[in-house]
């Protein structure tokens, strides 16, 4: 009863720390075959899109064309990352954001709200971009954009 009572407490905990917060959904398998990171059902990747083992497309998120998604990051919401675009390291892009061309968004860096990054647009370090914000052509490592 005890060991029951247990399982049935930790199963919302588990449920916090697994990809997407316990989403339905499946491991990546990449154009090369490489085991890629989770894509919860919800979400999609497509193209020749690289999806790195410990990443995670959460809820709605969407990453096609040739994008790179690695390291810990986590693409979630109706956010979309496409064309040649790179996020890795711990970043996050969520809500509605865009990283597209050859944009970068790496370190801890976050874009979120209706924000979009693009061109050879970098975001690195502690940076968060969000709300309407554009950013194009520069590299941010600090700051609020919005």
Not at 96 to 112: I, L, R, S, T
Request: proline fraction near 1%; aromatic fraction near 14%; charged fraction near 15%.
């Amino acid at each position: 009863m005890k060991a029951l009572l247990l399982s049935l407490i930790s199963l919302p905990i588990m449920a916090n720390n697994s990809p997407c917060q316990g989403a339905a959904g499946e491991y990546y398998t990449n154009l090369s075959g490489e085991k890629g990171g989770f894509v919860a059902h919800t979400a999609r990747v497509s193209g020749n899109a690289y999806i790195g083992k410990n990443a995670s497309v959460c809820e709605n998120a969407h990453v096609f064309g040739y994008a790179q998604v690695t390291g810990n990051v986590i693409i979630k919401g109706n956010a979309k990352v496409y064309d040649y675009a790179r996020v890795w390291g711990n970043a996050m892009v969520f809500d509605n954001a865009e990283v597209f061309e050859e944009a970068g968004v790496w370190e801890n860096a976050m874009a979120f709200g209706d924000s979009r990054i693009y061109g050879f647009a970098g975001l690195k370090g502690n940076v968060r971009v969000y709300g309407v914000a554009r950013m194009y052509d520069a590299t941010y490592s600090s700051g609020q954009y919005y």
